[in-house]
């Protein structure tokens, strides 16, 4: 039975990482402005419309217009001019937030969505002929966009939930019951914001220590609880470490997972550490992160936020929802 160790795949110091993001950085400059132009969105000299933009009044007036795209006033504006304020309120937003720049509006989700296969050296034996679920690190696609999935669920701090929202990023959370099990509701209002709650166990264990039935009840008791708690089962499960055997994978099949997505990159309040050789993003790349705070990280939540995006918008790319491709 194969045992895939994915921590033994990154061996990026610090130190390495971030001298490569600055290095990068300056170059991905000057193809964000190219890109943000191309895609109708502000450069930093549009956003603060030469007026030095720093006061409150004109945040607030960002603010207002966001508003009206839903209101009464809001069914008579073109959808140019919904698109034009909904950029400006998530504009006056990224300020608000500390953003070094605004986020990238992702393109339509496709129709159909892409065929998912599991990643090459990532399989077990019968992986196809049995029909288990897809393990992968990257959903196929040719925009560029990315995933953000944050896992486990200890830090529970309202001011992700605020910053996501007012930002219109979309995430995807992958849940481990003892932790989510402090605070129910978080994940609640969480849900009730638009973000889509998957499986990530019961207790955290490393399943390829564990029995068939052990880890079957791991999986599937989070997927019943998961139900049971916010009313739907989740099509998509995560396991802890990124670590699994052929049992995990024919255990999450019979409780109902869909798809295995590991990740691609993680990130940090201070850093990115990277799975690939070219420690760079490509199209569709599913990026980890945890819900962690200052007893574990150099910074909070938000602090994290700032740094991924970034890292995400400074290389031309969105933040696409997972589950519209998955
Ligand atoms: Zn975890």
Same mark, same amino acid.
């Given at each position: 039975?194969?045992?895939?160790?994915?921590?033994?795949?990154?061996?990026?110091? &610090?130190?390495?990482? *971030?001298?490569?993001?600055?290095?990068?950085?300056?170059?991905?400059?000057? &193809?964000?402005?190219?890109?943000?132009?191309?895609?109708?969105?502000?450069?930093?000299?549009?956003?603060?419309?030469?007026?030095?933009?720093?006061?409150?009044?004109?945040?607030?007036?960002?603010?207002?217009?966001?508003?009206?795209? $839903?209101?009464?006033?809001?069914?008579?504006?073109?959808?140019?001019?919904?698109? *034009?304020?909904?950029?400006?309120?998530?504009?006056?937003?990224?300020?608000?937030?500390?953003?070094?720049?605004?986020?990238?509006?992702?393109?339509?989700?496709?129709?159909?969505?892409?065929?998912?296969?599991?990643?090459?050296?990532?399989?077990?034996?019968? =992986?196809?002929?049995?029909?288990? /679920? /897809?393990?992968?690190?990257?959903?196929?696609? #040719?925009?560029?966009?990315?995933?953000?999935?944050?896992? $486990?669920?200890?830090?529970?701090?309202?001011?992700?939930?605020?910053?996501?929202?007012?930002?219109?990023? /979309?995430?995807?959370?992958?849940?481990?019951?003892?932790?989510?099990?402090?605070?129910?509701?978080?994940?609640? #209002?969480?849900?009730?914001?638009?973000?889509?709650?998957?499986?990530?166990?019961?207790?955290?264990?490393?399943?390829?220590?564990?029995?068939?039935? =052990?880890?079957?009840?791991?999986?599937?008791?989070?997927?019943?609880?998961?139900?049971?708690?916010?009313?739907?089962? /989740?099509?998509?499960? *995560?396991?802890?470490?990124?670590?699994?055997?052929?049992?995990?994978?024919?255990?999450?099949?019979?409780?109902?997972?869909?798809?295995?997505?590991?990740?691609?990159?993680?990130?940090?309040?201070?850093?990115?550490?990277?799975?690939?050789?070219?420690?760079?993003?490509?199209?569709? $790349?599913?990026?980890?992160?945890?819900?962690?705070?200052?007893?574990?990280?150099?910074?909070?939540?938000? $602090?994290?936020?700032?740094?991924?995006?970034?890292?995400?918008?400074?290389?031309?790319?969105?933040?696409?929802?997972?589950?519209?491709?998955?």
């Amino acid at each position: 039975m194969r045992l895939v160790r994915q921590n033994e795949e990154r061996g990026l110091s &610090v130190d390495n990482c *971030r001298g490569v993001g600055r290095k990068r950085g300056s170059i991905a400059v000057a &193809v964000l402005v190219t890109a943000a132009i191309a895609s109708g969105c502000a450069t930093p000299a549009e956003r603060t419309g030469g007026q030095g933009g720093s006061g409150t009044g004109k945040e607030g007036r960002g603010e207002e217009q966001g508003r009206e795209v $839903d209101g009464a006033a809001g069914a008579l504006l073109s959808p140019a001019e919904k698109a *034009r304020r909904a950029q400006a309120a998530r504009a006056a937003a990224a300020r608000r937030w500390g953003l070094v720049q605004v986020p990238l509006t992702a393109p339509a989700p496709p129709k159909v969505k892409p065929r998912l296969t599991t990643r090459k050296g990532f399989e077990v034996e019968g =992986q196809v002929a049995e029909g288990l /679920p /897809p393990v992968f690190t990257t959903v196929p696609v #040719k925009d560029r966009v990315v995933f953000l999935t944050i896992d $486990d669920g200890a830090e529970k701090d309202p001011e992700l939930l605020r910053m996501m929202d007012e930002l219109k990023i /979309p995430y995807s959370s992958f849940l481990s019951d003892y932790l989510v099990k402090e605070d129910y509701g978080y994940f609640k #209002k969480m849900q009730d914001k638009g973000v889509a709650l998957h499986n990530h166990t019961l207790n955290h264990r490393f399943l390829p220590g564990l029995t068939y039935r =052990q880890q079957k009840r791991e999986i599937c008791g989070q997927q019943a609880n998961i139900e049971k708690r916010y009313g739907k089962r /989740p099509p998509l499960f *995560r396991p802890p470490y990124g670590n699994y055997n052929k049992d995990t994978l024919v255990a999450a099949k019979t409780c109902g997972v869909k798809a295995v997505p590991l990740w691609a990159a993680e990130a940090f309040p201070d850093r990115m550490e990277w799975r690939e050789w070219d420690k760079d993003l490509h199209p569709g $790349d599913i990026v980890l992160t945890h819900f962690r705070g200052r007893d574990d990280w150099k910074g909070s939540m938000p $602090d994290m936020v700032r740094r991924v995006m970034k890292t995400i918008t400074a290389r031309g790319y969105a933040v696409a929802k997972l589950e519209d491709y998955v």
